[in-house]
């Protein structure tokens, strides 16, 4: 007897791990290794949690009509133009499934974000990684990676993990370079947190045409990662496509409660952007100080790189067990060498430099 087998690419998949959240045997973990917000959940939202539980038993709106309306509002778009999903991840799936597929090539960066690699290749597409330069996208490599068969690209910007940005004004040029029928899909994931003036999250390049997608989420400065909603503003013929195709029901009732309330949260975005335009260069100059390398970033972590990959693992055995600090290991990125760093609170930003400095002097004899 034999039994049921998948695909043989789907084999061939390694399963996305999360940053961890606790560390056994420590009191209390310092937990810089998901990008969550710095301050957790906004109030307003965790009263929108609280009040849905008397809904949870129905289904929700299955449009997310008040939420579309909500972002539109927030961000001056067409809520006929957005789409609505858990978490943005569940959008970047419905775009492999389809618009790719077998036959058909997705592009994406050398160290771009894993979804795309394993939801591609779930949809049964090649995709195809396009070697970065020095840690950033290139777009003269992404367009010589497009091939007759090419329907989708990923731009991640910021890219996670590296953090770093692609200019409006390239974001334009690829868009140029590519065949109009390529799926340009831009994860705007850390929009809020950018501070360079020559940066668009995609609403001008969706707006300019019919084969650009932006996504956006609210795991990030709107510290809702464990709720799963996100959404994307596209061209009204790919929101008829997701809209054939995604979960009838995929946000739920209390998602959609706390995603609305954590919209109208006065100041909220600000104050998070704020903090993080002010602490991502203080955590930055904390570990060059101690003497490692630190990538630039726009996003609301940094990318610690240490040279080998043994000192890398060596830092983040260090901080684990002697200082109850969870970083991210990024080896399956393509990075073993480095560390991903999120920007947690002051306090923590400044544990966590003590500890790779400890680590540091330690290490050095």
């Known amino acids: 007897m034999t039994a049921p087998g998948p695909r043989p690419e789907i084999l061939t998949i390694n399963p996305y791990v999360g940053g961890e959240s606790s560390l056994p045997g420590v009191n209390r973990t310092i937990k810089l290794s998901s990008n969550e917000g710095a301050f957790g959940v906004p109030p307003g939202a965790r009263a929108a949690i609280h009040a849905a539980s008397d809904e949870v038993f129905r289904y929700p709106d299955g449009g997310a009509d008040a939420l579309r309306a909500a972002i539109g509002k927030r961000w001056g778009l067409d809520p006929a133009r957005i789409v609505c999903g858990a978490g943005s991840d569940d959008l970047l799936y419905q775009f492999c499934l389809a618009y790719g597929g077998p036959g058909r090539d997705i592009v994406m960066s050398e160290h771009g974000f894993a979804i795309y690699y394993i939801a591609g290749t779930y949809a049964g597409s090649r995709v195809i990684k396009a070697a970065e330069r ?66 668009d999250p995609g609403v001008k390049l969706v707006d300019a045409s019919e084969n650009t997608v932006m996504t956006r989420t609210f795991s990030k400065v ?12 596209a061209p009204p013929a790919v929101v ?66 240490f040279g080998t ?44 430099v003590d500890a790779f400095a400890a680590f540091m002097r330690e290490s050095h004899g």
């Open 222 to 233: 709107f510290g809702l990662g464990g709720m799963r909603i996100g959404w994307c503003y």
């Open 240 to 305: 008829d496509v997701l809209n054939r195709v995604r979960g009838p029901f995929n946000v739920s009732v209390a998602a959609q409660a706390a995603a609305i309330a954590a919209l109208e949260e006065p100041n909220w975005v600000e104050a998070s952007a704020e903090h993080n335009a002010t602490w991502r260069p203080k955590l930055a100059a904390g570990l060059q100080a101690a003497g490692i390398k630190v990538w630039p970033s726009e996003g609301n972590f940094v990318l610690a790189d």
């Open 309 to 352: 990959v043994e000192k890398a693992n060596a830092a983040d055995e260090f901080l684990r067990t002697r200082r109850g600090i969870i970083v991210r290991k990024v080896a399956g990125y393509g990075l073993p060498h480095c560390l991903r760093v999120t920007v947690g609170t002051g306090e923590e930003v400044g544990l966590v």
């Open 134 to 199: 020095d840690l950033r996208v290139d777009v003269d490599a992404m367009l010589a990676a497009v091939t007759p068969a090419t329907r989708l690209m990923f731009v991640a910007n910021p890219n996670n993990p590296t953090g770093s940005m692609l200019s409006q004004a390239e974001m334009e040029r690829l868009r140029a370079g590519l065949p109009p029928d390529v799926l340009l899909v831009i994860d705007s994931a850390y929009a809020e947190y950018v501070t360079a003036a020559d940066y």
